[in-house]
């Protein structure tokens, strides 16, 4: 029982400290943290000043890489820009004037390029005169400044709806490429982009879940640490789970976790949100109050239980984030923000430190992670479960190879040109027995097949289709063979 103890202890080890690129924090008010101990300690010499707004990247050994947020809280429009600064705390080389808005929550979000580790990716949400955002990408070069950094494309925008504060990644089931994912405001419309080493595919478009009209729009929408639950909470009052296949990118079987409308008087409705390590409990706050649901239970709506309520009103609770340590840690302020208060609610951060656990087992220690004096408002750095390895075993871990590149148990299937205009060619170096050959979109859906294929190749014509990615699948007597093409 000891060895198999010591075997469980030192596994863990193993998964917690395996990968780092989460490891350092930026948030609040020049406020950070580091893991790389292991647990938490304060760093002082950050330059984020966010109410909300930040994200952090590190390598894989821990090393902070670059981070990004608002450097001024003001209302003049020439500081309603994002920076980003470097590991010495420098700006990056033109990092400056980021489209961005120092409250929004989820407003930048920091996903490094598939297969290139030089190169990142910086997605923002653009603030525009009454609250509308649209989103942008930036992308940062780590080869420039003498391995510092700097800023090689800026403000490219991809998208020009309304959007709302909401924006979250997840690994695709390769365990490699990106599902980006924003949401609009008045309405239950997602916006899903697909990133892999030849860029940024999409928008594939989901209407599901609440339509809240209220133009609060504020609120974190998270990914289970699996990825297979998408859930977000709005401060128009809506909470809603759903279903997610990191395969195909679709969102399904909606689930309302209840209501709270938005009322100035009698409090804000939802705001921060997190997942346990295990998918299997999840925790919402509403302004002063901490909820907790049980994901297995058979009605998770009615299994909603208050962990933990702050008795004065003044102070609000606001974004959540797991940690690399299986712990969750919860941001906290008095209100309203900025304010020049300094005590405990928002010098600490607050932590649940066993998630896992149902009820007032989770152990929750209302502000008691010191922060070495700096503050923290409403935010927490957003960033994606960097650590995601691909769906062993699924449909599309086979995907997980380059363009071009085919898994040994999948030689008999070649595609050239790859990448196309789209026509190209599909090659079998099995041509005596007949294949069935099918072309299915990033969603999963068919736009070409050919059945009862005899031969060595077949041409095959998608110059209709817009470009991105596709996935062709040819069957030969059960034998699967899959390979992606690149159309541009």
Partial sequence: MKLKLTFLFLLCLSLCFGQKQDNNWYFGDSA???FNSGFPIAILNGRVNSLEISSTISDKNGNLLFYAGAKKISSNTSDLFLTTWNRNNQILLN??????FYSSTQGCLIIPFPKDSLHHYLFSLG?????VNRLFYSVINMSLDGGLGGVVQKNVMLSSDTLSEKMQAIKHGNGRDWWLMVHSTTNNTFYEYFIDSVGIHGPNIFNIGSIYGNPKWVGQMIFSPSGNKLFFADMSGYMDLFDFDRCTGIISNYVELGTAPYNLNEGPGFYGCSFSPNDKVLYVSNGDTLFQFDLTAGNIKTSKLVIWI????QVELGQH???IDGKIYIASSPVPFPNSIYDSTNLNLSVINYPDSLGLACNFMPYSIYLGGRRCYGGLPNNPNY???ALTGSPCDTLSIGIGEVKKEDTWVRVYPNPNEGLFTLSFLSYKKYKDVFVYDVLGNIIYQQLKVYGNSI??????QAKGVYFVKAIEDNFLSIAKVIIN
Avoid: S, V, W
């Fill in 387 to 389: 650590n995601l390895g």
């Fill in 95 to 100: 990092g400056d004037t980021i489209q961005g």
């Fill in 127 to 131: 603030y525009y005169p009454g609250f």
């Fill in 310 to 313: 702050y008795p004065h009103i």
């Fill in 459 to 464: 041409n095959i014509d998608l110059r209709t």
């Fill in 321 to 323: 984030k797991l940690a």
């Fill in 32 to 34: 950070g943290i580091n």
